[in-house]
């Protein structure tokens, strides 16, 4: 079966050449698929009947399988989905009262990092995503919002995964995100741990995406015991390539902070973090910690946290307390945890 969301314009012209169709019917499904997002041949009514019975036949219209989904009380929305080959992963639809509806969607089945706080980290790494298994997540989204006379106004590369340990196939699908859904740039974020290389390359990739670094810890002795990819490429260096991207970009990081009780939400720490941004183009995004199964710590405090933000603000750093979505389904920060379900348990049903 080919997936039609694998096949560019050009692909398209020549398959349905080969099928003995005019190049035209290309450009007619892609308007279906792209500008009306409906998520079925026989929706496609200016296409012979003809041809959609054999794009029926010998086509799909993506490869994700539907498990399951939970509904967060606050209206966030998170899918498990099966891929091809049984791997699983979990994508989240967050509604905002201003209109946003945010997808946040995965790069990789599990993920290499190790970050000690994350239910992700904590599976392990099975393997990267296809751009086009990054990109139909959200574009399974934005279809079944345009059905309800809504539609996808932000998309992040927040969930499962590391998107710059698969970087060729999160840019590409950061592009297709852009050109084929029409998400504006800056409606798009990547986030990263801090692959230094990757931080430098994606400074050359001319797009105006937001940047955000999973930080976590002000000191390499704190930031490490977290996250392992610390001892690869310590402060230091991520940080100069931070400010290297500012320079080349003239665009603001976020930096990621989960606040953890007695960890991270110290006075040390917070002196140390606005020592090591000061003056930077920078913004701290505080996410009170989710606590998983393979971590037993909790979350920091508000008063703890109003604290922290005050110690920043003297050191010129900004920062803000993210409000925490989809608790009750664990789809915050750190939550996407598709491993609790094995393979073999999975129940055949059909695409949303």
């Not at 099975?126 to 079944?144: D, K, N, V, W, Y």
């Amino acid at each position: 079966m080919i997936n039609i969301y694998d096949l560019t314009q050009e692909q398209l012209v020549d398959l349905f050449k080969q099928w003995g169709e005019p190049s035209f019917r290309a450009k007619q499904l892609r308007e279906w698929l792209y500008d009306k997002r409906v998520s079925s041949f026989d929706a496609m009514k200016n296409l012979p009947k003809e041809l959609r019975a054999r794009l029926e036949t010998e086509t799909t219209l993506g490869t994700l399988k539907l498990v399951t989904e939970q509904s967060s009380r606050d209206g966030t929305l998170k899918r498990l989905y099966k891929l091809p080959d049984g791997q699983l992963i979990e994508s989240v639809m967050m509604p905002y009262e201003d209109d946003r509806r945010t997808a946040c969607i995965s790069t990789q089945a599990g993920c290499a990092m190790g970050c000690v706080f994350c239910a992700t980290g904590q599976m392990g790494f099975s393997r990267h995503l296809t751009p086009t298994e990054i990109f139909e997540q959200a574009m399974r989204f934005a279809g079944e919002l345009e059905a309800e006379g809504d539609r996808l106004s932000n998309v992040v590369l927040m969930g499962m995964g590391e998107p710059f340990h698969n970087y060729d196939a999160s840019v590409s699908a950061i592009r297709r995100l852009m050109n084929d859904l029409g998400i504006g740039a800056r409606h798009i974020t990547v986030s990263t741990v801090g692959l230094v290389p990757q931080i430098r390359r994606f400074a050359d990739e001319g797009l105006q995406v937001k940047l955000a670094i999973s930080l976590h810890a002000a000191t390499d002795a704190e930031r490490g015991s977290l996250l392992p990819v610390n001892k690869r490429w310590p402060l230091e260096e991520l940080i100069a390539a931070c400010r290297d991207y500012i320079d080349k970009t003239g665009r603001r990081i976020t930096f990621e902070w989960a606040a953890i009780q007695g960890e991270n939400d110290t006075s040390e720490q917070a002196h140390a973090l606005g020592k090591l941004l000061k003056g930077m183009l920078c913004h701290v995004n505080i996410i009170p910690l989710n606590p998983t199964g393979g971590y037993h710590h909790g979350p920091a405090a508000g008063e703890r946290i109003d604290q922290f933000i005050d110690t920043l603000a003297t050191y010129g750093v900004t920062a803000t307390v993210r409000v925490r979505r989809g608790i009750d389904i664990d789809a915050g920060c750190g939550q996407l945890k598709a491993s609790v379900i094995s393979p073999n348990e999975i129940p055949e049903v059909p695409n949303a």
